[in-house]
């Protein structure tokens, strides 16, 4: 990913952090010489790996798991994301751009198709996503239906080799019209000019 070094977020939990917040993302390979793509959850083992392990599972009747292995794949996970304005910036010879947000990890994939695994990972992955409901779902291994289920799924771990991130947030422009950009994008409303807002902020010196 082209990344300028104003753009650059590096800060490892930062990066977990926003996988974890926007965890379906994009596994990326090479199959039979073509791009193929998966779109998924991942859940984020922080734990493992020197910068952590990306969990999930496909369809076995998906056929992106037989050609994953053996090369290095690529996950994308994709945060918010605003068009700019030039009228905001009050200024002249400006033009509009898009603000966003992005971690790009990279990876080799190992694949599990044992069912104590399997069930772990499901498991773990429902854990994860209703943890925030009040009254959470949970899976009763026991249940006649999970061991058909299973057989119908390949699990997988990517051991994150390379994590980057890009948070392009106009912070190649000077303060005052990251301030009106932020403004403008509080005025027009809506959650992606929200969260972009917001994440500016973040930015400017406090």
Same mark, same amino acid.
């Given at each position: 990913?082209?990344? &300028?070094?104003?753009?650059?977020? +590096? ?7 926003? @996988? ?13 010489? $073509? ?33 994953? +292995? ?13 068009? @700019?304005? &030039? ?7 400006? *033009? ?8 790009? *990890? ?5 694949? @599990?198709?044992?069912? /104590? $695994?399997?069930?772990? @990972?499901?498991?773990?992955?429902? /854990?994860?996503?209703? $943890? $925030? ?12 239906? *999970? ?22 947030? /106009? ?36």
């Amino acid at each position: 990913m082209y990344i &300028p070094r104003s753009f650059a977020e +590096t800060d490892l939990p930062t990066l977990h952090d926003f @996988i974890e917040r926007n965890s379906f993302g994009v596994l990326v390979s090479q199959a039979d010489g $073509s791009p193929f793509a998966t779109h998924l959850p991942f859940f984020l083992d922080r734990t493992t790996g020197s910068k952590g392990t990306l969990i999930g599972h496909v369809a076995r009747a998906n056929p992106h798991w037989q050609h994953v +292995t053996d090369q290095t794949v690529l996950a994308i996970f994709s945060g918010p994301h605003a068009y @700019i304005s &030039p009228t905001w910036y009050d200024a002249e010879n400006v *033009v509009p751009t898009w603000n966003y947000l992005a971690v790009h *990890v990279y990876g080799q994939v190992t694949l @599990i198709e044992d069912p /104590s $695994s399997l069930l772990d @990972i499901v498991q773990r992955s429902v /854990s994860v996503y209703e $943890s $925030s409901f009040p009254q959470p779902w949970s899976l009763d291994s026991s249940a006649a239906y *999970v061991k058909p289920l299973l057989n119908q799924i390949v699990g997988f771990r990517m051991e994150i080799a390379k994590i980057e991130g890009k948070f392009k947030l /106009s912070q190649n422009h000077p303060i005052e019209r990251r301030e009106k950009v932020v403004a403008a994008l509080h005025g027009r409303g809506g959650e992606n000019a929200e969260a972009i807002a917001n994440a500016m902020e973040r930015t400017l010196p406090q």
